[in-house]
């Protein structure tokens, strides 16, 4: 399997919803990231995971909360969002979060919130 | 700081016509260069990377260190050529550009 995958595709929530989002990855990889995509802007880099630890939290608000239960699974908790964080959100890995690997990237989940 | 810069939002060739979409990069140290390409409705893939030095769909990048660019050229664009083109900086993070928008016209 040489897929990232992402579940839900499309979520809609209120700004007072609490939602996650969820990636899984069975190439075992053992890097995952989280970026947020605004329509025609490139992925900005929101969290990098390595060896199931949190290694860069790019200065994200505490609304969003990475979790990495275990090496395939990378989840977004989301609470209290602005209807700004509407974008698509993609997650990503890698073998290692050492610059020369490829990031494999998964379908993205559209998010809306109203 | 690393940054990566294309100067061009959209680029618009024909048929056949040669392309060149250019990228520049900024890092202190011995840089890690990668194309990625997003078509329409699919996810963001990898087209190739500078290390590896091969030829993916036709489309060739050499890194040039002298003048930091790592331009993604291929010589005979072709109309499935059409999608967001991002070079990145691979560093303490990925670091993409911008993003091209290449269009091919018939």
């Known amino acids: 399997d040489t897929e990232v995958t992402q579940t839900p595709k499309h979520l809609v929530m209120g700004m007072t919803n609490k939602k996650s989002l969820k990636c899984e990855q069975h190439?075992?990889?053992?890097?995952m990231y989280w970026y947020k995509q605004k329509a025609k802007k490139p992925p900005e880099l929101m969290f990098v995971?390595?060896?199931?630890?949190?290694?860069i939290n790019e200065s994200v608000p505490s609304r969003f909360s990475p979790e990495c239960p275990n090496s395939s699974l990378l989840n977004l908790h989301l609470h209290a969002l602005q209807p700004e964080d509407s974008a698509l959100y993609l997650c990503?890995?890698?073998?290692?979060?050492?610059?020369?690997?490829?990031?494999?990237f998964g379908p993205g989940t559209r998010l809306t919130v109203t | 700081a690393q940054r990566v810069t294309q100067p061009e939002k959209l680029l618009s060739v024909f048929k056949g016509a040669p392309v060149e979409l250019k990228c520049n990069y900024s890092?202190?140290?011995?840089?890690?260069l990668f194309w990625y390409v997003q078509y329409s409705r699919q996810r963001l893939q990898l087209l190739l990377r500078?290390?590896s030095r091969e030829s993916i769909k036709g489309f060739t990048a050499d890194l040039n260190k002298g003048e930091t660019s790592f331009h993604l050229k291929k010589p005979f664009a072709q109309e499935e050529d059409s999608a967001m083109y991002y070079c990145?900086?691979?560093?303490?993070?990925?670091?993409f550009g911008t993003g091209t928008q290449l269009k091919v016209e018939l």
């Open positions: 990503a890995s890698s073998q290692a979060s050492t610059e020369i690997y490829e990031q494999y």
């Open positions: 190439m075992g990889h053992r890097a």
């Open positions: 995971y390595s060896y199931e630890k949190l290694s």
């Open positions: 890092y202190s140290g011995s840089p890690e």
């Open positions: 500078h290390i």
């Open positions: 990145a900086l691979g560093g303490n993070k990925l670091t």
